[in-house]
């Protein structure tokens, strides 16, 4: 048979059925990038917020490669990438479409001013944004900032703190360094983030009046795609079982029998607790989950009920 003849005579089939085979294989690598796509999420690429946020990922089962100078990482075993970025660039980026979702400080979200959704309140890298005057000036309430130079890096917030009180004020405007302001003469007062004072402290200050509370915010793009709202579900879920796992303890107790109706009563757990006979005669193992916000109280309780040999257990995570 010969083949160069039989090649010559079909050239056309050939040619058109790899360039069938191409179309198709073309369109399949599109459909499974479709299929892979990643939600980018930016978050602080340093301090206490950016740290906060790794380790909530990591509790939610998301693996991130966090490399030293690291501007980009894609998760090993989730459809997301994350930047790490300043965090007042964050809410631009998201609004802008460069990130799908952000996680920033709720002071720093609305400073911003930027049009994107607050998706969820994350309940930690919480601070509150407060006036501080030095420790030797008196206090008389916000009358007291009346034609006074303030120092802020968050001009938004102060300037609607100041027009709820009827207050006139000169806000001087500054990146960083805030609480010099005072001690170098550029400022009366100042308006910056607190957690614990000591810096305030430091630089011969007192906090004087909060205006602003802010916590970890998870903020959004508003056009996020079918796809990446899916995805966003998934994220929701597994914080959902994380910060309620943490909201509570899982408890174990030996009572007498005859005190298991008051107990049950002081430990109602999500449905009810869970009751097993023991070995010795009239007495029960109970098994409950119990609320942080209530568990020294119910504690107290429980053994003037009773209870005895009492285990208190943490839950890793909690699935409603």
């Known amino acids: 048979m010969n083949f160069q003849k039989i090649l010559k005579e079909n050239i056309s089939f050939f040619i058109n059925y790899f360039k069938n085979s191409e179309l198709i294989l073309c369109q399949n690598i599109t459909t499974r990038e479709v299929l892979m796509q990643n939600i980018r999420i930016a978050i602080q690429k340093s301090g206490r917020l950016s740290e906060d946020s790794i380790d909530l990922f990591k509790e939610c089962g998301i693996k991130l490669d966090m490399g030293k100078g690291r501007l980009k990482s894609v998760s090993s075993n989730f459809n997301a990438e994350f930047l790490f970025l300043r965090d007042d660039d964050i809410p631009g980026y998201v609004e802008d479409g460069v990130a799908d979702l952000g996680i920033v400080g709720e002071n720093v979200l609305v400073e911003s001013a930027k049009n994107v959704d607050l998706v969820k309140k994350l309940g930690f890298s919480k601070c509150r944004l407060s006036i501080a005057i030095p420790r030797e000036d008196s206090f008389d309430g916000a009358q007291s900032l009346q034609n006074k130079s303030i120092a802020t890096s968050y001009p938004k917030l102060l300037s609607k703190y100041l027009k709820e009180n009827d207050i006139k004020a000169n806000i001087h405007e500054i990146s960083g360094s805030v609480e010099i302001a005072p001690s170098i003469g550029l400022a009366d007062a100042v308006c910056d983030i607190v957690s614990s004072g000591s810096t305030l402290l430091s ?112 839950i890793e995570k909690m699935i409603l």
């Open 203 to 314: 630089n011969g200050l007192k906090e004087v009046q909060e205006i602003f509370k802010s916590e970890a915010v998870l903020i959004g793009n508003k056009n996020l795609s079918a796809e990446n709202k899916s995805i966003l579900e998934k994220i929701l879920f597994r914080i959902n079982a994380v910060q309620k796992a943490q909201d509570h303890k899982y408890i174990l107790l030996n009572a007498p029998n005859e005190k298991l109706p008051e107990i049950i009563n002081i430990i109602a757990g999500m449905k009810s607790p869970t009751v097993m006979p023991l070995a010795a005669e009239g007495w029960s193992s109970i098994h409950s989950v119990l609320e942080e916000k209530a568990f020294w109280e119910k504690i107290e309780a429980l053994r003037n009920a009773g209870a005895e040999g009492i285990l208190v257990i943490p």
